[in-house]
């Protein structure tokens, strides 16, 4: 049997974004496209914003030496409008929200602050500090500005902001071409009957899913066959890809043939298993320009483990600038002891802020009904054996749209 060292969960994922190389192929996507995807260039303001100062209300626009006096209402003036200055002395405008603002008038009271108003006088209010509500041309960005860098992954906010630029298509960095395989002889398709001595694939196609969450594409190639020469052909015909992510057959027993497969294929491993519960039997490498990432055969291991690992080193490969998972605070529901000396995954269920481990964390590693009844994870580094009611801990979401990525390493986490 093979003995291997073991790293820490931290070391192992830094190490492994530190490897990944970025993609240096690129594409143009429509914007309706662009969703999830990685910029490949610095993106430049064209348009000042806002592009004419404008009201943030729907009130009325004076100059603001006619604080708390009684104007005439020269004239209204409606988003889209282009307004000439025509104001005379003692009169105002009345403006609704986002409508140019003309040049002889540089401070807006919304109408509920306002007095006597009729159809043609309003009483303006003292007070009000000079330029509020008024928001000025190329206040938020400049036209030349560098609006977006090169490396951000876009999400709602970035696309409005293109879209706001008068921007339809965007240079983006090509997807990494992904290779899906598992091993056993034991594995059987869903489409295909199997026996009592059988076990339908989850995994290749829960990854797959798991993958197609954060906006990856993936193909499933196969199951490799317990046989070493068979798995050293079949891996020699995987070399286009830029990833290849199987699942089972690293560990250390006699049928686990999947490691000398790759490494007769070249494979500069990186690390070969991690101190972390669940999910010891993990390997990361290079073959040539291919990034290995073989996850455990465990079903609730290797979406653990392909969530907290790969996703992360995708995003590297695809040249994003933040690729870690975002984290939240929340406090934990109940006392809980774990085993120390290692990294360990709690699964659970996120909630108004508070935390709860599914099944009080006794769950088995070949389970998936847990999965379908958590939300989150949390990892707690070597040290940590025990959790008190209210402790306040990291948990990282499995899947949430609105979801950031953060630059630094999981280190902060543990």
């Known amino acids: 049997m093979k003995e291997f060292d073991v790293i820490a969960l931290k070391d192992a994922i830094a190490l492994a974004v530190e490897k ?12 309706n496209e662009a969703h999830g995807r990685v910029l490949a260039e610095d993106v430049t303001a064209c348009k000042n914003l806002p592009s004419f100062n404008n009201s943030a209300m729907d009130g009325f626009a004076y100059k603001h030496t006619d604080g708390g006096k009684t104007l005439h209402i020269a004239g ?67 036209a030349g500005d560098i609006v977006l860098t090169k490396g951000t992954v876009l999400r709602a906010g970035q696309i409005a902001l293109l879209a706001a630029q008068g ?7 090509a997807k990494p071409r992904i290779a899906v395989i598992a091993t056993g002889n034991e594995i059987k398709e869903p489409w295909v009957c199997a026996s009592e001595d059988e076990i339908y694939n989850a995994n290749a196609f829960g990854i797959g899913a798991l993958l197609k969450e954060f906006g990856f594409d993936s193909t499933y190639i196969g199951a490799i066959p317990d046989d070493l020469e068979a798995t050293v052909a079949f ?4 070399k286009s890809y830029d990833v290849i992510l199987t699942t089972g057959g690293i560990s250390q027993g006699d049928a686990d043939f999947l490691y000398d497969a790759f490494v007769r294929n070249g494979l500069k491993s990186f690390f ?40 992360p080193v995708l995003y590297a490969i695809s040249g994003a600038n933040a690729c870690y998972h975002n984290a939240v ?30 099944r009080n964390n006794k769950i ?51």
Request: hydrophobic fraction near 40%; charge should be negative.
């Open 235 to 238: 891996i020699a015909k995987l």
């Open 167 to 173: 921007i339809v298509a965007v240079k983006v960095m």
């Open 76 to 142: 209204r003036i409606f988003a889209g409008d282009v307004p000439k200055p025509v104001l005379k002395e003692g009169e105002c405008y009345k403006i609704m929200t986002g409508a140019q603002l003309p040049s002889d008038v540089d401070t807006v009271v919304p109408i509920e602050m306002c007095s006597d108003v009729s159809d043609t006088t309003v009483t303006i209010p003292e007070g009000v500090a000079k330029g509020a509500n008024f928001r000025k041309k190329g206040e938020e960005v400049r």
């Open 20 to 31: 990944a190389v970025p993609k240096h192929e690129y594409e143009v996507v429509m914007l």
């Open 364 to 414: 088995g590693s070949g389970m998936l009904t847990p999965l379908c009844e958590s939300n989150a994870v949390a990892f707690f580094g070597e040290s940590i054996d025990h959790l008190k009611e209210g402790s306040l801990v990291k948990v990282i979401r499995f899947a949430d749209e609105s979801r950031a990525f953060e630059n630094h390493t999981l280190n902060e986490h543990l």
């Open 329 to 358: 605070y929340a406090r934990f529901s109940q006392d809980l002891k774990l085993r120390g000396g290692r990294t360990n995954m709690v699964i659970g269920t996120l909630e108004n802020g508070s935390f709860s481990p599914t």
């Open 272 to 311: 070969h298993g991690i101190n972390l519960k669940p999910g010891r039997a993990v390997m990361m490498g290079e073959m040539e320009s291919t990034f290995v990432m073989a996850m455990p055969g465990n079903p609730l291991t290797t979406m653990l483990t392909v969530h907290a690992l790969c996703i």
